[in-house]
């Protein structure tokens, strides 16, 4: 908390308190956060509830509030663990407000407020639940409402914290638990739970000119018990002359046995549910325009810019789109072509985000832009995609993060993009990194996503404001796993340790890291000292181990598989006429002279001679010269 200076303290929620704050850094800044402070027991439930809340970060969805931030503090003045949750704030009036007014008038909700709302929520939990993510406490009040008929939800919560009991029973009111599924007084949530609790929001906006809160109460309450008392409801929503037919919704989604109830992916299904999308904008409900194979084949046929044209004038029509792509793809091979190509990169990004349901047209998309900035490459042509080609990427990578064939295109697309430092940042700001990190935690078996992933994390991670130390720092496990799962594969490596080396120099490996990263690194570096650039990386990442900590050194001189000091003259006898490698070797040879115990053992190998060696082949480089006349230094002394 210290980072943060609280301005205003909201009226705490049945679970934790809530305050609005800013930066203290920058307080001529407008941005303010939520903080959601939910106290904690002891500090193994403050850890299980913020490694469950950790998927809450990587929800990018225009119908869910943004989380910038997650940690565990300890308040002194009243001897207590929290989780603070950072939530965007917006300053906008709660879906409970928008319903209280409306009573109190009485006065119904219009339909189209009503479509709406039913399409955002239908498609805001369609995504988290195909996550795996459940909301738990859905309710009016944990629903913002933004500019015109515009909701978001709002104050998640996790496992842990829904399932303390002690704190259900003291401190949730009875009002407050009348959106809950019959089967989370059991403690039992899942993605049929926040159906019940939608169809309860949903069964208060409809009824709220007819019934006050009490009666609300009640119904819900007896609801719960027997779903039949939902016919009661019937007449009165007749009585607001509304031509919705959602007593059939309601019926649905206000089942008392989970099994009965339909899941978000189910509710898609439903026609009227559909028009609900449709209105809301939903990329889950497609129109498919169409357009006759030879009116696009005649179209093909003409130059770059009639086919330019072409693509921009029928934007809508999936399969133009797609045979413009396959079009354009043999294109690529002239190199005379490329130019005119690049002027399509904007036009690519906006059809993929256009038809993000497509897969088809996702992956010809992405081979397409990969083709023209490899074919860039090639010619030295420096290629800079602009911020709203990296967020329709971003969006497609979201909606598509289960697909392998696709994401082994698109993670070599954003790890050339992230090579310019412009770029990097928007994909860093833009949250790559949650995204990268998933990525990686599924498909670590695959070459292909794991070199191009990792190389992206080591663009976005040496960021010098980089603000994501959470999610960094739950990288390293990940990037771990990966280097133990490709450790004879020389690109994965390099591009695995370049990361770890970033992560390390940051201070994001811990204590218990040390010791097995060292010797995991070892272990890539005994296995791959025919190529050199993974040699180079390796070693930089062993150097930066082995400033953190002395555990790591005396691992490095004591391995069981073999001393560090041969496994340094074998990668220099490979690389002695290298100056690349020679002086990643001589920075890893400054951080072993650090300790007294191991320039003894330095000592006895004849490390001397072999830093003389250095010193004699590279006389003209002073970063070598310094390096090598630092540790010698310190030898001798």
């Known amino acids: 908390m210290e980072k943060y200076e ?24 407008k941005e303010r956060f939520v903080i959601k402070q939910v106290e904690c027991i002891d500090e193994n439930q403050a850890n299980e509830a913020l490694k469950e809340a950790m998927g809450l970060l990587k929800l990018h969805h225009s119908n869910i509030c943004v989380y910038k931030e997650l940690f565990v ?14 939530m965007q704030h917006s300053g906008q009036v709660d879906l409970s407000s928008l319903i209280k007014t409306k ?162 992916k189910d509710l898609i299904d439903v026609p009227f549910i559909g028009e609900c999308l449709i209105v809301a904008g939903s990329s889950l409900i497609k129109h498919r325009n169409s357009l006759p194979s030879c009116v696009i084949d005649m179209f093909l046929r003409g130059g770059i810019g009639s086919i330019l044209e072409f693509m921009q004038a029928f934007w809508d029509v999936e399969e133009a789109q797609i045979r413009t792509m396959q079009h354009l793809t043999r294109l690529v091979g002239d190199k005379k072509a490329l130019p005119c190509l690049l002027a399509f990169t904007e036009s690519i990004a906006f059809a993929m985000k256009s038809h993000i349901d497509s897969f088809k047209l996702q992956v010809e998309g992405c081979r397409l832009l990969l083709e023209i900035l490899s074919q860039a490459l090639e010619q030295d042509v420096v290629v800079i995609l602009d911020e709203n080609v990296t967020n329709s990427l971003l969006e497609t990578v979201r909606r598509h993060s289960e697909g392998e064939e696709f994401l082994s295109l698109i993670c070599p697309l954003l790890m050339m993009m992230s090579a310019d430092e412009v770029a990097a940042e928007n994909l860093r ?3 790559l990194i949650a995204d990268l990190l998933s990525i990686l935690q599924n498909f670590t078996h695959n070459e292909q996503i794991c070199h191009s992933s990792c190389a992206v994390l080591w663009s976005l991670a040496v960021s010098e404001n980089n603000v994501d130390q959470v999610m960094l720092q739950s990288a390293v496990p990940i990037i771990i796993a990966v280097i133990q799962e490709h450790l004879q594969n020389g690109a994965v490596l390099k591009s695995a340790c370049s990361a770890l080396w ?21 272990d890539a570096l005994r296995m791959n000292l025919e190529k050199p650039m993974l040699v180079n990386n390796t070693c930089l990442a062993l150097a930066s181990l082995l400033r953190l900590s002395e555990i790591a050194a005396f691992r490095f001189i004591t391995d069981s598989k073999g001393n560090g000091i041969n496994l340094i003259k074998d990668a220099y006898h490979f690389y002695c006429d290298d100056p690349q490698v020679v002086e990643s070797i001589c920075v890893l040879i400054n951080e072993m002279v650090q300790y007294d115990d191991i320039m003894l053992e330095m000592v006895s190998q004849q490390m001397e001679e072999l830093l003389s060696e250095i010193k004699s082949r590279f006389p003209s480089s002073m970063e070598i010269m310094t390096l090598v006349d630092t540790a010698l230094l310190k030898l001798q002394e």
């Open 6 to 29: 609280v301005l205003e303290r909201l009226q705490p929620g049945a679970l934790g308190t809530v305050l609005v704050a800013g930066l203290k850094a920058e307080r001529s800044v």
């Open 73 to 86: 503090t300890w308040d002194n003045e009243i001897s207590s663990l929290f989780l603070c949750l950072v």
């Open 103 to 264: 009573r109190q008038k009485p006065e119904k909700i219009a339909d189209m407020v009503v479509l709406k709302f039913l399409g955002q929520m239908v498609d805001a939990l369609f995504y988290i639940h195909k996550q795996n993510i459940f909301h738990r406490n859905l309710k009016p009040s944990n629903i913002l409402v933004t500019g015109e008929a515009s909701f978001k939800l709002y104050d998640f919560s996790t496992e842990t914290l829904m399932t303390d009991e002690w704190k259900w029973k003291i401190r949730v009111e009875e009002n407050c638990k009348c959106w809950m599924a019959p089967e989370a007084f059991s403690f039992s949530f899942s993605d049929k739970s926040d159906i019940w609790s939608l169809g309860c929001i949903l069964l208060d906006m409809m009824t709220c000119f007819v019934l006050n809160a009490e009666e609300i109460t009640l119904l819900l309450q007896d609801i719960r018990r027997d779903s039949s008392h939902l016919e009661r409801v019937l007449p009165l929503m007749q009585n607001g002359d509304s031509s919705l037919p959602l007593f059939p919704i309601l019926s649905m989604m206000l089942q008392i046995q989970p099994s009965m109830r339909p899941t978000s």
């Open 429 to 431: 700001k833009a949250g």
């Open 502 to 522: 970033a992560l390390s120099l940051q201070g994001f490996l811990t204590e218990s890291d040390y010791e097995p990263t060292t010797a995991l690194l070892m």
